[in-house]
């Protein structure tokens, strides 16, 4: 039977801790600020926003959130993330993606001051993150590392499969694995045999968006599976991209979904933001 990785758990931790270094950045008068733009009404960007928040309060951040109505223009998109790039208040800037269809994503991302880009999608931020050279975090897979480290498993000559390989996932977890000295192996749709592949693994990270997709036959014996996968079901229930069932007994460490790598997504931002403002103030003086 599997260790469960309690994602909750970490993440009330990991919390405490940065609530306890904003608290001191206060005590010598600054206070981080994040800054979060939703452009629409898409339910569950919503629900991610209202979440940032929360986490800020949480932590004794100040935040701001703009909700632009569904026809905001890319000018007035772009004239709110130059306004903010300038506001002392904010340390950090977060564009809620995906966007509506008539803003692309790059384009605004590619606006927002690095230093501020507390997600690290700006092309700067995620060249540093390929370097192995940098400040910003990328969010989910910085969270999968904590996870990672919290129990004690170590990365270093393992053989490692990350299935899924966007940008805000599945690349920035091959390159973090790899910057632990893990032997990594990245799957994508077009990958032959992905079976064959994933039991090789003796840490599997799995980010594709299909419930429930990978089965106990194609995990190793005590393998390490993290499902950062979040769907939902037809009832409304949360699932993930491995099917717990079938998977739990072979693995080792298992997280689960909801409870496992999803809260840490969050609490790293609120990393972020506060290296962000730690930068900001040492520039004050
Ligand atoms: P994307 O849709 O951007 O990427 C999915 C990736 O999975 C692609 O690389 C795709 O391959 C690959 N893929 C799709 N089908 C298969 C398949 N049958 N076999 C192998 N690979 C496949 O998704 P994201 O990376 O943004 O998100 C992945 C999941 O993680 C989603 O469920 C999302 O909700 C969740 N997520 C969770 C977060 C959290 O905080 N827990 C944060 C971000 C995402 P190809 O490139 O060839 O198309």
Do not use: W
Not at 73 to 94: P, Y
């Amino acid at each position: 039977m599997a260790k469960i990785i309690d994602g909750k758990l970490v993440s009330t931790e990991e919390r405490k801790k940065i609530a306890c270094e904003v608290d001191k950045l206060k005590k010598d008068g600054y206070t981080p600020g994040l800054a979060v733009i939703i452009v629409g009404e898409d339910p569950a960007s919503k629900v991610y926003v209202r979440n940032k928040s929360k986490a800020c309060d949480e932590v004794g951040m100040y935040s701001e959130v703009y909700a632009l109505p569904e026809n905001t223009t890319e000018d007035e998109l772009l004239d709110l993330v130059h306004r903010l790039n300038t506001d002392d208040k904010i340390n950090g800037i977060l564009v809620q993606l995906p966007l509506p269809k008539h803003l692309s994503d790059e384009k605004i991302i590619a606006e927002i001051s690095p230093e501020k880009d507390v997600d690290a999608f700006h092309t700067i931020n995620v060249g540093k993150i390929m370097l192995g050279d940098y400040d910003f975090l990328p969010c989910t897979p910085a969270g999968v590392m904590v996870l990672l480290e919290h129990y004690g498993i170590n990365v270093s000559g393992k053989e490692c499969v990350v299935v899924g390989r966007s940008n805000i996932v599945g690349k920035p977890q091959a390159m973090l694995l790899l910057h632990a000295n893990g032997t990594v192996t990245v799957c994508h749709s077009r990958t032959k045999d992905l079976a064959e592949v994933t039991r090789r693994a003796d840490i599997l990270v799995v980010a594709i968006g299909k419930a429930d997709f990978i089965t106990g036959d194609m995990v190793k014996e005590g393998a390490v599976v993290i499902d950062v996968g979040m769907n939902r079901r037809e009832d409304g229930k949360l699932t993930g991209d491995v099917d717990f069932e079938t998977v739990e007994p072979k693995a080792s460490y298992i997280t689960p979904v909801p409870g496992g790598v999803g809260p840490m997504t969050i609490t790293m931002l609120m990393k972020n933001t506060l290296t962000a403002a730690k930068r900001a103030k040492n520039k004050q003086c």
